[in-house]
C-alpha cells in the first residue's frame, strides 16, 4: 500500500491542476493510496506511522527537495520504501534520483526501480545529498588525524552526485572535497590526501565513513541547502540505508 506525503505549499491554488492529473495517473496505473498533508501541527513521522497502522509499505514524498529530506528524516529507521513525485521548484535531488516532475514521476513510481541508497547522518539529522562548510572548519577522524584546510577554501561532503560533483551513494563512503572559493590554489595537511589539478584550480578529496567537524567557534555546515546545522558536529555514513525507488536516467 502507498502512501503520499503532500507538502504544505501544495495547498496552494496554482497546484491544484497538476495535483489532480497526478492523482488521475497514480489510479490508472493501479498505485492509488493514502494521501496525508504537511501542516504546522502534524509531523510526517506522525503522519507516517498512522499510515503502517494500516498496512503501508511505500512512502512517496509529493513535493520538493525539502519534503523527500523530512520525509526520509521520519522513517530512517523504517522498513519501507520511499518514492518521490517532484512538483514546484527546489527538486536537485530528484534530478540526481532520475525522477521527473510532475506526471512521468507516476510511471517511475510504478516501474518500482528500487535501489539501496546510503544516508549520511550529521548528529541528530539525516541527510541524503551534500553538506556544505567554510574553511573554518577542522574535519578530525577520532585520534588518526587532523585536516585542517587553508584560508580561502570550502569544504564539501558529498553522498549523492550533483551535475558537477561525482559521488556514490551505494559504497558505503562520504567524500569530502576541499577547493578554493576565491581562485586560489588551496589544500590540506593530512594523511593520504588525493589531490586534482586543472590550471589554476585544485581540490583536494578523500572518502570517510565517520568524522567530526570542529572549529574555535561555533560555525554552520549547510546541509542539502535546506537546513543550517552548527559545529560541533559527528558526521557519519548509514550504508545501504534506504530503499529509493529511482528513475533510470539517475546520475549513479
Avoid: W
Avoid at 509529493?62 to 528524516?73: E, M, P, Y
Avoid at 520511499?82 to 507516476?106: D, F, H
Avoid at 589554476?200 to 549547510?222: C, H, Q, T, Y
Amino acid at each position: 500500500m502507498y502512501q503520499y506525503i503532500y507538502d504544505a505549499f501544495l495547498s496552494e491554488g496554482k497546484y491544484a491542476k497538476i495535483l489532480s492529473m497526478i492523482e488521475n495517473r497514480l489510479t490508472d496505473l493501479g498505485i492509488g493510496g493514502r494521501v496525508s498533508r504537511l501542516n504546522l501541527f502534524k509531523d510526517p513521522r506522525e503522519l507516517i506511522y498512522e499510515g503502517l497502522k494500516i498496512g503501508v509499505q511505500t512512502v512517496v514524498a509529493v513535493g520538493n527537495d525539502a519534503t523527500l529530506t523530512q520525509v526520509i528524516n521520519a522513517v530512517s529507521d523504517l522498513k519501507l520504501t520511499i518514492g518521490m513525485i517532484p512538483v514546484g521548484p527546489k527538486n536537485e535531488i530528484a534530478e540526481v534520483l532520475g525522477i521527473s516532475e510532475g506526471l512521468s514521476a507516476c510511471d517511475c513510481l510504478s516501474n518500482r526501480l528500487i535501489q539501496r541508497i546510503d544516508l549520511g547522518k550529521i548528529n541528530d539529522y539525516y541527510f541524503l545529498s551534500h553538506l556544505r562548510a567554510s574553511s573554518k572548519i577542522h574535519l578530525r577522524n577520532g585520534g588518526q588525524y587532523c585536516i585542517r584546510s587553508i584560508k580561502d577554501n570550502c569544504v564539501e561532503i558529498y553522498n549523492l552526485p550533483t551535475l558537477n560533483e561525482r559521488a556514490n551513494p551505494q559504497d558505503g563512503y562520504l567524500e569530502v572535497k576541499i577547493k578554493p572559493t576565491l581562485g586560489r590554489l588551496g589544500g590540506v595537511r593530512s594523511l593520504g590526501i588525493f589531490n586534482k589539478q586543472s590550471g589554476a584550480d585544485r581540490a583536494s578529496f578523500f572518502p570517510f565513513k565517520k568524522i567530526f567537524l570542529e572549529s574555535g567557534d561555533a560555525a554552520p555546515v549547510l546541509v542539502d541547502n535546506l537546513k543550517v546545522v552548527n559545529t560541533p558536529a559527528e558526521v557519519q555514513i548509514l550504508p545501504q540505508r534506504l530503499r529509493m525507488i529511482v528513475g533510470k536516467n539517475r546520475l549513479f
